[in-house]
């Protein structure tokens, strides 16, 4: 099973970027979970999403402690606590962080997976024409991460 976990703000497109992974996965011909958790439903607060990928029945609900992905479509949510971002780490394969530059990221938060990272935002504002798809590129991003399904969600060149 693939274990995806999304964190951004509210407005960043986290909730549809899940269900956008997801959506890819079913129509490749996986068993696909998305669902998305935040609490004051508001523009700029901390949200995550969720998404498992799977080639039979899957039967885990909830959060996801333990992920695969972490996607985080706002470095600053590392700074904070509450949005528990880095939580599980250690049996990720990948965090992949939505900046302009990865220099000096591992160090400065204690990453421990390798880091990939990608101005998503200025890569949607020039495939899309606006930076609001912002779901768009972090679904595509999350799809190249697990290798697979890539020919339904090519938005990564």
């Known amino acids: 099973m693939i274990r995806i976990r999304f964190h951004g703000r509210g407005g960043h497109g986290v909730k549809t970027a899940g269900r956008i992974v997801g959506t890819a996965a079913f129509l490749a011909g996986h068993q696909v979970q998305d669902s998305p958790v935040y609490g004051a439903e508001r523009r700029g607060a901390a949200v995550a999403a969720f998404t498992r990928i799977s080639d039979a ?9 333990s992920p695969d992905f972490i996607v985080v479509a706002d470095e600053t949510l590392l700074n904070d606590r509450g949005a528990a971002v880095l939580a599980g780490q250690d049996l990720a394969t990948a965090v992949f962080i939505n900046a302009t530059t990865g220099e000096g990221l591992r160090e400065r938060y204690g990453i421990r997976p390798p880091v990939v990272t990608c101005d998503v935002t200025a890569l949607t504002l020039e495939k899309l024409g606006k930076a609001s798809a912002l779901s768009a590129g972090l679904g595509a991003a999350a799809a190249r991460l697990t290798g697979d399904f890539r020919e339904l969600v090519g938005l990564l060149a």
């Not at 029945?57 to 402690?65: F, K, V």
């Open 57 to 65: 029945p899957i039967l885990e609900r909830g959060l996801i402690e």
